[in-house]
C-alpha cells in the first residue's frame, strides 16, 4: 500500500511487503526511542489523540511516539466530554478535528466507527483500536517483537510456532495477529482456549487457507510443547454480555516459572498484549515469570513506541527526513530499552 | 481597544476597528493554519487552557492555534479534578495559575466567572465561554466566517442579511453575534425562534438601536426568504430549567435540502455554531445537506483556528513576529482547508 | 545524595547541604520562570505525568516546570481510565510507562505506592504526592519560600521560629516540612492544632531529638506570637474516617487581618499550602488577608515552579546546562512574579 496520507485502520490493509516496510522503519526509529539521539523532523506538527474509551498504555505510546518525532499531542480523553454527548455524528466531529491537526489517533468503543470517522476525515487517521473489532498497532508490535525475539535465535518469522492462550473469542489484539502471521510462510498456530472462547471459525479458516498448520487445545500444559512463542490474553470481561459470564473463564489458565519449566523450550518466548490481569482470581501469567529472561511484555510495549513512531512516519512522509533533523541528546538518560544481553536481569 | 496583555473576556470590548484588526490578524495566520509553512514564534511560552465545562472543539482549537504558533499547552479539563471542588475561591485559582503559564484560556459554566477570574490572574485571560454568557471567539469566528463566504460575492458585512433560528433564548453564540453585527452598517436580522425562545428584548433593541433592521419569525419558511446568512442553533438543553421544557422545543425547526432549494438563494450561506444534533428528534440541520456547497460549517471551525491564532498573537504582541519566525513544512500535509472553490465537492 | 539518575521519593533522602544545592539550583532557574529568557534545554525530553488522584496545582506546576525547561508532557489523570482498573500491578504499570518517557512525576491515593512504582521504573521517578504519606516538593517549596520570605529580613533558616496551624494529624505537608526544618539549627516549632489533631508524637520527637524546640498549643492567638512564620492548613477532610468527623474541626482556628494586627510582628509571614478554603464554615486564612504584604501564599506557589525545574534540572543532569541554551524571549510577558518590593500592592 501507499502509506502516504492514507488511514490506517485495519491490519487487512497490508500485504507482506507493507508489514516488513513498516519492521525496517521501526528498526529505524530505536536510535530516537533508546536516546541516543533526538529528531526534531515533525516539530511543529500537530496529532490529535482522541480516546473515546479509557486507555493509558496505547495512548501514551502514540503521543510519546509522536513526541519523539518533535511533534505536538492534543488530547481527548473522554466521550462523556466530547460533542458526541450532545448528538453530533462521527461525520461532524471528524470534519471539525480533521481542521485541527495533521493526524488523527481515534479509539472508539464501537467496532467500524474509526473508520466511519476516517471516512470524513481531512487528514490521515490511525485505528487506535475501535471496540472488538480491530487493533492495528497492537498486532503490528506483536508481530515486530515476535520477529525481534526470534532474530536472536538466527531466525525469521517464515516456520514460527505460536501457541495462543486464553480468551481467544473477544480478543482483538489475537485475531488481528492471526492475519498478520497469515501473511508470513509456514506458522503453526497452537490454540488453546476453554470451551466457549475458541478463536472465531472464519479466522481458523482463514489462516488454513493461506497454507498454515493450526491445532486447537481446552488444556493448557499440552498444547504450550514445542513452539517459539506463547502469547498469553487476559479474559476481555468487558466485552461478555455480563460480569458473571466473564467470571466463570477467569484464571481457568494460568502461566508460572514451574509450569514453563516443565513444558516449554529452554528459550521459549513469553508474550502478552498487556494489561495482565494480576489480581488473584485471574493472574494468566504468575509475577514469578518476572525474572525470566524470555519474558518479552515489557520489549512488546517498548516496541510498541517504534512501530507507532513508523507508522506516522510513513503517513505523513519523512521516513527520509528523520535523520536529517536529528540532534544530540543534552541530558541524563536511563537505559530504558532492554537490550537482548541484558533482558530480565535488572 | 489595546490588546497586548489585555483579557479577552466579552465582545462588549470591541469596537468595529477592533474586529477589523482581529480578522485582518486572522488572515495572516492561514498559511500556517494550512501549512504552507510553520512558524515557532511562541517557541517557549505555555497557555494554560482551563476547562471547567465539557468541550472538544473550542478546548481542541484553542490548543491548537497555540501549537501552531509555536507554543505549549497545560491543560485541565474537570472541575470534579481541581482545587474549586476542595473550597477554593476563583481568586486563589486565578492568583496561582497565572503563575504556571504566559496565558489562560478559560471556560466555566458560571455567568461572569471568567471575568472573576481574570481580575485575580496575573497574564491574560481569554474566554472559552462562561456559561449561557459570553463566548467571545465563537462570535468572531461566526462574523469572520460570514465575512469570507460573503466576500466571495464581492461583498463586505455592511448591509448584511442574516436570519437567525432556532433557541435564540439561551444561545449565547447568537447573543454575542448580533452584538458584533451591529458594530456594522445596514445588518438586517430575521429572528426565526418557536414562541418562548425568542431573542431577548435587551438584545433586540440595542440592535435596532444602533439603526438595524429586525423581522420577527415564529415558522422558517417565511423568514429565510431573501436572505445572505442562515444561522441555525441547536436547543440549547444544559440551559433549560428541566429536559422535559427543553424536549418541547426538539426538532421544531429543521432545515434540509429541500426546503434550502425551495425558499433560499441559489448561494445562501448555511451556518451552525455546532455541534449540529443529529439524533432523530433533533436535526436541526439535515445531513442531506453535507453536499451543499454552501454549507459552511466546517468553514467555521477551520476559521476558529485562525481568529483563536490571532487572539494569542495579538494579546501577546507577537502579530509583527510571526514571520519572523517561519519554517518550511516537511511533512505530508493535506487539503485541511477546503478553499471557495472546491468546498463541498471533496 | 547523587541526584542524576535517581527517584525523590521522601524528604527523608536529604541532608542539609541536599536541600541548599536544590534551593540554590531552583534560584538558578529565577530568570527563566520570569520570563527574562527561556531555555530548550530539555527539547525532546519526555515527561510522564502520572496523577492517581485529583490535582490541578500540583500536576499543572510540575508540566509548566517540565515545558520551562524545554520538554514535553505527557499526562494521565485518571485511575478509572488507567490499566489499573483493569488488575494490572503497579509493577507492570511503572515497567511499562517507564518506556515512554525520560521522568515520572506520580501521584496516587495509596501511601507507599509511588515508592512501590519507582522500583520497577526503568527511569527516575518523583513522587508528587502519595496520598496521606510524602508529598516532598510540597515541603521544598514551602521551606524555599521560608529562606527567601526570611532573607528579606536578612536572615537565614537557622534559628526560624514557625507556628504550624490546624490539622497537623493529616496533614502530609506539615510532616515532610518539620522533617526538613529538622536539618537546620536552633528551630522553634508552635505546634497549633485542636485537641485530637495534634502533630503524631514520632514526628515531634524526632525533631526534639535533633535539639529543637516545640511548644504545643489548642489556642491560636497565644500560638501565634513572636514568630517569623505563619504555616496555616485545611483540615484534610479526605483523610478523615468520616465527614462528620472532619466537620467538628472546620473553621475552629480562623486567622484574619484584625487577629494578625493584634497578636503577630509587623513582618510575621502568613504560609498555607493551598488550596485553602474559602468556603464560609472553613476560612482558615481569612480574604481580607489578601493585601497584606506579608501573605507569601502565592509566592509559594510561584516557588513551587522553581523548586520543580531544580528537580527536573538535577534528576537528569542539565543544571551545568540551561544556560547554554537560552534564548531571548519575543512575546509579552506580564509580571507574573511578585517581587519583595511589590508583593500584595498589585
Known amino acids: 500500500?501507499?502509506?502516504?496520507?492514507?488511514?490506517?485502520?485495519?491490519?487487512?490493509?497490508?500485504?507482506?511487503?507493507?508489514?516488513?516496510?513498516?519492521?525496517?522503519v521501526a528498526d529505524d526509529m530505536r536510535p530516537y526511542a533508546m536516546r541516543n539521539r533526538i529528531t526534531r523532523?515533525?516539530?511543529?506538527?500537530?496529532?490529535?489523540?482522541?480516546?473515546?474509551?479509557?486507555?493509558?498504555?496505547?495512548?501514551?505510546?502514540?503521543?510519546?511516539?509522536?513526541?519523539?518525532?518533535g511533534g505536538e499531542v492534543r488530547e481527548t480523553t473522554e466521550v462523556k466530554a466530547s460533542s458526541l454527548a450532545k448528538g453530533e455524528s462521527l461525520y461532524d466531529t471528524a470534519r471539525v478535528l480533521s481542521g485541527y491537526s495533521d493526524v488523527i489517533v481515534m479509539r472508539h468503543p464501537e467496532p467500524h466507527s474509526v473508520a466511519e470517522f476516517a471516512q470524513a476525515s481531512r487528514v490521515p487517521v490511525i485505528n487506535g483500536g475501535d471496540g472488538p473489532n480491530e487493533h492495528p498497532s497492537q498486532a503490528l508490535l506483536d508481530l515486530y517483537t515476535m520477529r525481534q525475539e526470534i532474530a536472536e535465535q538466527?531466525?525469521?518469522?517464515?516456520?514460527?510456532?505460536?501457541?495462543?492462550i486464553g480468551d481467544l473469542k473477544y480478543g482483538r489484539a489475537v485475531h488481528s495477529l492471526c492475519k498478520l502471521l497469515g501473511l508470513?510462510?509456514?506458522?503453526?498456530?497452537?490454540?488453546?482456549?476453554?470451551?466457549?472462547?475458541?478463536?472465531?471459525?472464519?479466522?481458523?479458516?482463514?489462516?488454513?487457507?493461506?497454507?498454515?498448520?493450526?491445532?486447537?487445545?481446552?488444556?493448557?500444559?499440552?498444547?504450550?510443547?514445542?513452539v517459539d512463542i506463547l502469547y498469553v490474553t487476559r479474559t476481555q470481561e468487558e466485552r461478555f454480555p455480563s460480569q458473571a459470564e466473564a467470571d466463570r473463564y477467569r484464571g481457568l489458565f494460568r502461566l508460572n516459572q514451574s509450569i514453563y519449566t516443565q513444558h516449554c523450550e529452554p528459550n521459549t518466548v513469553i508474550m502478552h498484549p498487556l494489561p495482565r490481569d494480576s489480581r488473584e482470581q485471574a493472574q494468566e501469567l504468575d509475577d514469578d515469570l518476572n525474572t525470566n529472561p524470555n519474558l518479552a511484555i515489557f520489549r512488546q510495549t517498548d516496541n510498541g513506541v517504534l512501530v507507532r513512531m513508523a507508522l506516522?512516519?510513513?503517513?505523513?512522509?519523512?521516513?527520509?527526513?528523520?535523520?536529517?533533523?536529528?540532534?544530540?541528546?543534552?541530558?541524563y538518560t536511563a537505559k530504558r530499552h532492554l537490550s537482548a544481553k541484558d533482558r530480565g536481569v535488572r
Chains 1, 2, 3 share one sequence.
Not at 210 to 218: K, L, P, S, Y
Open 41 to 69: 523532523v515533525l516539530e511543529g506538527a500537530i496529532v490529535s489523540n482522541m480516546f473515546f474509551e479509557p486507555s493509558t498504555r496505547t495512548r501514551v505510546s502514540f503521543g510519546s511516539a509522536f513526541n519523539l518525532l
Open 184 to 226: 508470513f510462510d509456514d506458522i503453526r498456530l497452537h490454540l488453546i482456549s476453554p470451551p466457549g472462547l475458541e478463536l472465531p471459525d472464519d479466522i481458523v479458516k482463514a489462516v488454513q487457507a493461506n497454507g498454515h498448520e493450526v491445532h486447537a487445545f481446552h488444556e493448557l500444559e499440552p498444547g504450550i510443547h514445542g
Open 154 to 164: 538466527g531466525r525469521g518469522v517464515d516456520g514460527l510456532s505460536v501457541a495462543l
Open 312 to 331: 506516522f512516519a510513513l503517513v505523513l512522509d519523512v521516513v527520509g527526513e528523520v535523520d536529517n533533523h536529528a540532534q544530540p541528546v543534552t541530558w
Open 1 to 24: 500500500m501507499d502509506f502516504v496520507g492514507n488511514h490506517i485502520l485495519s491490519v487487512g490493509q497490508f500485504d507482506r511487503s507493507d508489514v516488513e516496510r513498516i519492521f525496517q
